[in-house]
DNA sequence: TTGTACGCGTTATCAC
DNA sequence: GTGATAACGCGTACAA
């Protein structure tokens, strides 16, 4: 009951015609007879004729495939960035490869090589931990001399030419500084990473700007960095505890819900006593209880606008154009975690 | 400063030989002589030769692309199976292309058809809300006549004989009633959707088995079914207010977490007034207060599961082999908003 | 109006 | 040992 896919030689074979003359027919060309279209099409739609997207790829050179690679999916943010990617680029007939770095440099390496090789047209990715840490950017280098466009997004390095989006993150956390500056608060706790994330190294300018702005000494003994990702709880409460903030900035969601849980189990009350203001507007801040005021990074309209990004590159051949940075403007979102 | 890839063609030129010593030569034959192996194999290696993935897709009628249609992927379930297949997929050789359908029964059909002309070697699927809803599965059908290996998991359907990966929803939400009643609780509040969701309709299946089994009988009124994936709070509320349960089972996450809300409004204690249950072991439970038991539906093993199950079929082209349903026993995850 | 021939990049078979 | 040829599926310039 196997009906495989037909072919245009098949078709070509059973109506006794030459397989141009049913390419031809198929795309409706003038040069071929009304008897001999008709014919040809109804038998195509009979068996459900489709082209062959693999021969057409080869043919064109152009795979209308975009590889995506991230350094995780169960996150978020990128999980919103892959949506807008995805929602765009369907539109344009593309389809998206996603790989996951798993915030390791070699997996990113390798995931790049696999689809580098005639997979894909282009490339929008987000450096992994282990990139930025190694500060290794010779296989983004390699894609780029072979003329394959690639976008990165919000972490990202100065030191490949391409194409960039990304949020103002100095902007984002000076915003959220400054909003709890105006709420009267005067020391302001910092939740951070380790200093070789971009965004992270931006995030504490825009708070360590505000501070300067209105007066407010920036007192080191506020920032707690904290190795990568690594929820460690202890050192959070022992740091808050030692601290005695009146308000938490964190550079992250997960970070500021591990910080309102310690402050709430000393007894303070949010925001009464304490504000908190975390990055990234994802599930746990909206449900969190208050919910917790976030600056937002617009993740999927940041998908859409590295994928268009992207594909206007690939379609247009502009390999002479020079490289642009969209900064997206952040936002503040105020909830229950902040005075109004 | 354009590097190209190279191809077997380019090499031969350079070197005044025929593609086809080339070609025998990169894959170290026996037939030609060390002398022009090493010089190919250097010269290749000097511009960093790789077979071009696209042509030998064509060759080989194989791709090494797997699809992966998923309803939404802003969600820690599907994100996690995702991340699962990846894992798996990966290590053979493989990638992935994910598409969205949003819950729509069109863009399910259309990125199925898409992909299904030789882009992928096999697809890995969960239902839209809008395909079980219409319950038309031609698009599946017509994917698996072609010879296309086809795994469901999760929203899975009787009317498609392919592979199937699920948990055994019955006995997630029997176990997690039973957890309640050996509590000694009496007014089992049950949060699901409406019916057309498989998931759902088993999951409602387990909780009325628990409460037969244990002799209590099953009220009508307990039940609240919503409009698929709507959080309306309101709707909750009033519910919760009117029958006032002493636990609550729900069918998500989210559902738990606004029910686990309204009752602590009204001033109730979890989980000394109220117990809260809730499926999908995701971030909202782990990180909400008091953190909620779950039933673990394990994303990523389901992930890994159907992509083995997938590649398999894909390799082995063991057509005739009789369809298998891997169902994967759920975990209840004990934390605070159950007693202990 | 229809068909032939070639090319996309690769591999496999067969001839020399 | 090496190379020519065909094939995968399609599109198109050119020939008939």
Redesign the interface.
């Known amino acids: 009951?196997?009906?495989?896919?037909i072919t245009l030689k098949q078709i070509a074979r059973e109506l006794e015609v030459s397989i141009s003359t049913v390419s031809k027919a198929l795309k409706n060309s003038e040069e071929i007879s009304r008897d001999t279209k008709e014919k040809i099409q109804a038998f195509a739609k009979l068996y459900?004729y489709?082209?062959?997207?693999?021969?057409i790829?080869?043919k064109n050179k152009r795979?209308k495939?975009i590889g995506v690679v991230i350094p995780?999916?169960?996150h978020?943010f990128f999980?919103?960035v892959?949506?807008g990617i995805?929602?765009f680029a369907?539109k344009q007939?593309y389809?998206?490869?996603?790989?996951?770095s798993d915030e390791s440099f070699d997996k990113e390496v390798i995931?790049m090589?696999?689809?580098?090789?005639?997979?894909i047209d282009g490339f929008i990715m987000s450096l992994s931990a282990g990139t930025e840490k190694k500060s290794d950017f010779n296989h983004l280098l390699?894609v780029t001399?072979?003329?394959i466009p690639l976008v990165l997004f919000d972490r990202v390095t100065d030191e490949v030419a391409c194409d960039k989006v990304v949020i103002d993150d100095v902007l984002g956390a000076y915003q959220a500084t400054v909003k709890l500056i105006n709420e009267g608060r005067k020391r302001i706790a910092l939740l951070t990473t380790e200093d070789f994330f971009s965004v992270s190294r931006n995030r504490n300018r825009g708070y360590e700007k505000a501070l300067k702005d209105f007066g407010i000494r920036h007192d080191e003994n506020l920032v707690l960095k904290l190795p990568f990702m690594d929820i460690d709880e202890v050192r959070i409460s022992q740091f808050l505890n030692a601290i005695e903030p009146d308000a938490i900035l964190s550079v992250n969601e997960?970070f500021g819900?591990y910080g309102m849980?310690v402050v709430?189990r000393k007894g303070l009350k949010v925001p009464d006593d304490i504000s908190i203001i975390g990055f990234t507007d994802g599930?746990?801040a909206k449900?969190?209880?208050p919910s917790i005021t976030s600056v937002a990074q617009h993740g999927q309209l940041m998908g859409e606008t590295a994928a268009k990004m992207l594909i206007e590159r690939v379609e247009n051949e502009m390999?002479e154009a020079p490289f642009r940075t969209k900064i997206l403007e952040p936002t503040l979102i105020e909830r229950d975690s902040t005075i109004n």
Chains 1, 2 share one sequence.
Not at 1 to 5: A, F, P
Not at 95 to 100: A, F, G, Q, Y
Not at 113 to 119: D, Q, R, V
Request: hydrophobic share 35%.
């Open positions: 009951m196997l009906k495989k896919k459900n489709k082209p062959n997207n693999i021969a790829s080869l795979t495939n995780d999916i169960v978020h999980t919103t892959v949506r995805e929602n369907n007939g389809n998206v490869i996603v790989c996951l995931n090589e696999m689809l580098a090789n005639g997979s390699e001399e072979q003329g997960i819900v849980r709430q599930l746990l449900h969190a209880n390999e």
